[in-house]
């Protein structure tokens, strides 16, 4: 039987994977997947918690972890369209998709 | 009602102050009004206190601040010793009021004048009458404020700024250890004491030092008891440096250097402060607080022989001065040790009784001076000769004044004063005692030489400088009006207050049981031989060497030998001043200098620049994480996260 | 035979997430990403959350995804002239840490959670139950928050007039 402990496992590990992502590609889209990453391996966690919850004292089991997940694709959608449209802005005003040009806020 | 008489004269001078600067008629008038109604109040309590044996009291007090259980009040004790002090006060002061009319008539700083004198008159009435020792510490202050703003009144001489400057000082000195004083008793008696009754209140503080036991328990130990000192010592050093305070504002010696400087001032207040009233404000105290000191010989000890050798070297100071007021100061501080060495005798009733006469002599005395000076616009007795003709009134009543002072029966002079000397000749503990069974007697001797050297220099013999006697006249009937008042105390004075039921009327309800009773001074030939042998040999060498025979040079006197170095001595008042300034410039500033080094680089330059550099410091090595890359942004995000994971594990 | 689904689609789930990071070609690392979400998918599946897995499969990587190859193409990305992915060590370590700390941390579990899965229902009708009773409110708040995306990501996105 699989504990609930494996899929934690799972769900930090892609997080960390996409924590990698994040902070070691200088493409902004990719840094953007990345995070969409992490997010769905949260979502994995939520739905695994879900699952193996105990259940309530009359024997029902509240789909809250799904419901929870749900909310958390919209948003990572809409999160997602207007990130795009600022990575958009970012390559017609400086022509580059390079994290690394975008320092102006230095000391 | 009774809060008035502290209340009218704060009134006058906050009025004064505020709305009347430019009317000169209008702040005498508040001023006198405020002192004179005062003076009614008090004298309404006379008929009863005079039956009431020194158990007369009427109090009231309000607590005025409380911190956790111990409470401050501030309230007024009126008993039989506050009521004598009070008219005293009053009286005299109301008459030294009158006379400023005439005595400050010219002067642009008129209002002003006024008003500080009301201030004075608060600050004083508030130590007489006191009913705990903060109260009367907050007015001892208050006193020395007025005593400086009035000794400083022509400010724009450097010579009296100074004055007021050292006053101010050297009464600080002594405030010190008043203030600690207190605070020692306070500590000491502070379980014994009433629950209820305010922090130092008298009459609680005097039960709690009497009520049996309390010598003997332990004050402070140290080791958990193998260090004790039981109350009894406690209570003598917190005696003496509650002495200080006496010692400060009395002019004793030590800390007497303040009081001929503060002739500076003008006369009238030179009559006032520093010869009738505050100045005396350190006996009254004493008798107040007698009940710290009876129980412990120590302190006594100490009291009698400052004050008696106080008054013999302020007596020897005199003999070589040629200023008016400044003869009169030194003979002030000699007397003041007269009274200061009656407490320590433990002669509190003569003390207090010498204290009253002396106020209406010496204020005459000072008024006298000061109407010498306003006609002859000088105070150095070699100007001056033959006044008497000019002005008789200011004449005589120096002269009987002079009388009064020097003990020559029946003056008032001559029961008080004789009262203290036949104390010190047949002290009851101190019969082997060289200095107290001598010096008072030698110094009586000198103060009838050196008055009667001022009164011969003054008033008789030729006049020194022409141009001055011309221009003498009288003073204006404002100024000897009140002189001839005090002329009549001073003669009446004695029989007046002197007998044993009057003087018991007088005594404060705070008295330990133990003072000895005071023993009246029998007008027999015996006495009165004793005195007029005193006062004939005095005033015979001041005749001798001054008076209108000039029998004997004082140059030939001075070409003795030895006499150069005694006369120096004297002249330059016993070093003690230049010593003090030797302290001051060597070792104090000194001091001064190093707690300022210690200030500017220790806690300005490492503590708060210190500061400053590192916090902008530390702030240039942070700002440079602000590089504006973004993945370093995250990396740090993400360092910061598993700090807190970190943590929170 | 959970146990062996599982496995598998977890292990594709973490080789596809590993090159999709790891790519040089953004179009490829769009490839990996959605055969990512496939096996996530999957492993809802696994976990008796069928609308999700749907919906996972429609919204993650129908139209996220989609919109990542848009925008790619439209800035015509090209693939890049170094290495995709520069190891930098420190973010290695942290990373480790992290994970590290995060495996401990998901070790204490409350007592709320059990190890073995219950009868989980993940129809549409229990969700939906679910959602539109006691979650009403916060459904009609997610859909103002699209409709605010929408509105910022047209106005973001708008040519400005004196740009060409």
């Known amino acids: ?107 | 009602m009774n809060w008035l008489i502290l209340l009218l004269p704060l009134g006058a001078a906050f009025l004064i102050t505020c709305f009347t600067q430019k009317s000169k008629a209008l702040s005498a008038a508040i001023s006198l009004a405020a002192v004179w109604g005062a003076f009614g109040i008090a004298a309404s309590h006379l008929p009863e206190v005079l039956h009431g044996e020194g158990h007369f009291v009427v109090a009231d007090s309000f607590r005025w601040l409380s911190a956790g259980d111990t409470s401050f009040r501030y309230g007024y004790l009126i008993d039989g010793l506050s009521l004598i002090m009070l008219l005293v006060v009053l009286g005299v002061g109301g008459l030294i009021h009158v006379y400023s009319l005439g005595y400050m008539h010219d002067d642009p700083g008129f209002s002003r004048f006024f008003a500080c004198l009301s201030l004075f008159m608060f600050s004083m009435l508030g130590i007489v009458l006191a009913d705990n020792f903060f109260q009367v510490f907050i007015h001892w202050e208050l006193v020395g404020v007025s005593s400086y703003l009035l000794i400083g009144f022509y400010f724009r001489k450097d010579s009296a700024a100074a004055a007021a400057n050292k006053a101010f000082l050297t009464n600080r000195v002594g405030d010190f250890g008043f203030m600690l004083g207190i605070l020692m008793l306070f500590y000491a008696t502070k379980s014994w004491v009433a629950p209820g009754s305010g922090a130092g209140d008298f009459r609680a503080m005097a039960a709690a030092i009497s009520s049996p036991g309390w010598l003997e328990q332990a004050a402070m130990s140290i080791g958990g008891g193998r260090w004790v000192m039981t109350n009894e010592h406690f209570l003598w050093i917190a005696g003496a440096l509650t002495f200080m305070g006496v010692m400060g504002k009395s002019a004793q010696f030590p800390l007497h250097v303040w009081l001929p400087d503060a002739m500076e001032g003008p006369t009238p207040v030179s009559a006032l402060i520093h010869a009738a009233t505050m100045v005396a404000a350190g006996v009254f105290l004493l008798a107040r607080i007698f009940f710290v000191y009876l129980p412990s010989e120590t302190a006594l000890s100490l009291i009698a022989h400052i004050g008696c050798f106080t008054a013999f070297f302020a007596a020897t100071i005199a003999t070589t001065q040629n200023d008016i007021k400044r003869i009169l100061a030194f003979s002030t501080l000699s007397q003041l040790g007269y009274m200061v060495m009656a407490m320590g005798l433990g002669g509190v009733d003569a003390s207090m009784f010498h204290l009253t006469t002396h106020a209406f002599f010496k204020a005459l005395l000072f008024l006298g001076a000061g109407s010498v000076i306003h006609a002859v616009h000088t105070n150095d007795i070699r100007e001056m000769g033959g006044l008497l003709k000019k002005m008789p009134i200011t004449g005589w009543t120096f002269l009987i004044g002079t009388l009064a002072l020097c003990g020559v029966p029946p003056l008032s002079g001559f029961w008080s004063k004789d009262g203290i000397l036949h104390l010190s000749q047949h002290p009851p503990h101190y019969a082997h005692d060289w200095m107290i069974t001598t010096l008072p007697t030698i110094t009586a001797v000198l103060t009838s030489y050196y008055m009667f050297r001022l009164v011969f220099q003054t008033f008789f013999g030729r006049p020194r400088d022409h141009h001055r006697y011309d221009h003498a006249h009288e003073s204006p009937a404002s100024m000897w009006m009140p002189m001839a008042v005090l002329c009549v105390l001073a003669i009446i004075g004695g029989q007046l207050i002197g007998s044993p039921s009057t003087l018991e009327a007088f005594r404060t309800v705070t008295r330990p049981a133990g003072v000895m009773e005071y023993e009246p001074i029998h007008a027999d030939e015996h006495t009165i031989l004793h005195a007029l042998l005193i006062f004939g040999l005095g005033a015979g060498a001041a005749f001798a060497a001054y008076g209108p025979g000039r029998w004997i040079s004082p140059g030939r006197i001075l070409a003795l030998p030895g006499m150069r170095g005694v006369h120096a001595l004297f002249d330059n008042r016993w070093y003690v001043d230049d010593f003090y300034a030797w302290i001051v410039k060597n070792i104090q500033q000194n001091v001064a200098r190093a707690c300022n080094a210690f200030d500017q680089y220790v806690i300005i330059g490492f503590v708060v620049n210190g500061g400053a550099w590192l916090t902008r410091a530390s702030g240039a090595v942070v700002a440079r994480w602000q590089t504006g890359s973004v993945r370093a942004y995250a990396l740090l995000f993400l360092a910061g996260v598993a700090a807190l994971l970190a943590l929170k594990l | 035979m959970h146990a062996l689904a599982f496995y598998a689609l977890a292990g594709l789930m973490v080789l596809f997430t590993l090159l999709t990071i790891a790519s040089r070609n953004p179009v490829y690392s769009a490839i990996f990403m959605i055969l990512s979400f496939a096996a996530t998918a999957g492993l809802f599946v696994v976990l008796d959350a069928y609308l999700i897995a749907v919906v996972e499969v429609l919204v993650y990587a129908g139209a996220i995804m989609v919109l990542f190859l848009f925008v790619i193409m439209l800035i015509n990305l090209r693939p890049e002239e170094q290495e995709g992915l520069r190891l930098n060590p420190l973010a290695i370590v942290a990373a480790g840490t992290f994970l590290a700390l995060v495996s401990r941390a998901l070790n204490d579990l409350g007592p709320g959670v059990g190890s073995s899965p219950n009868a989980l229902q993940g129809s549409p009708g229990v969700l939906a139950e679910t959602l539109f009773r006691r979650y009403v409110v916060p459904f009609e708040a997610v859909s103002l928050l699209l409709l605010a995306a929408i509105l910022g990501t047209v106005v973001l996105a708008r040519r400005q007039g004196s740009e060409t």
């Open chain 1, 1 to 107: 039987m699989i504990a609930i402990g494996h899929w934690l496992a799972l769900s930090a590990m892609v997080f960390t994977l996409g924590l990698c992502g994040v902070m070691m590609r200088r493409n902004v889209i990719l840094v953007m997947m990345s995070i969409e990453i992490m997010l769905n391996a949260a979502n994995l966690a939520l739905v695994a918690f879900n699952k193996y919850q105990l259940p309530a004292a009359d024997g029902t089991v509240a789909p809250d972890g799904q419901v929870l997940v749900f909310f958390t694709i919209a948003v990572a959608a809409a999160e997602v369209a207007v990130a795009l449209a600022i990575a958009m802005l970012l390559f017609r005003r400086l022509d580059t998709v390079s994290v690394d040009d975008v320092a102006n806020l230095r000391w």
